[in-house]
């Protein structure tokens, strides 16, 4: 299984973050699928993830700025963070779970990552 990230890696104040992860060798319909983040100097966040069901779950603090979405034709799932501040620059990943799991350590498949920068 591999993930690939892309989007834009600036995005500025105010603005909504929209990154896509690609999933090949497996279907999304199977499995969770998570956006996980990482602040320069800090660690992991569990941000939120889909379900092989469509059913959506997220970190309760970043709960009224996210939403993940999917596209099962193109075996694509996306996120999108509103309102984004400075403090949403980051390295973004999507990664994959055989079970629900909000814990980084157990997800078994991961993109590479791609930096995303909020800065006007």
Known sequence: VQLQESGPGLVKPSQTLSLTCTVSGGSIT?????????PPGKGLEWMGAITYSGSTYYKPSLKSRTSISRDTSKNQFTLQLRS?????????????????????????????????????
């Open 84 to 120: 984004v501040t400075p403090e949403d620059t980051a390295v973004y990943y999507c990664a994959r779970s055989e079970v629900f799991t909000t814990h980084p350590n157990e997800y078994d498949y991961w993109g590479q990552g791609t930096q995303v920068t909020v800065s006007s």
């Open 30 to 38: 199977t499995n969770y699928w998570s956006w996980i983040r990482q």
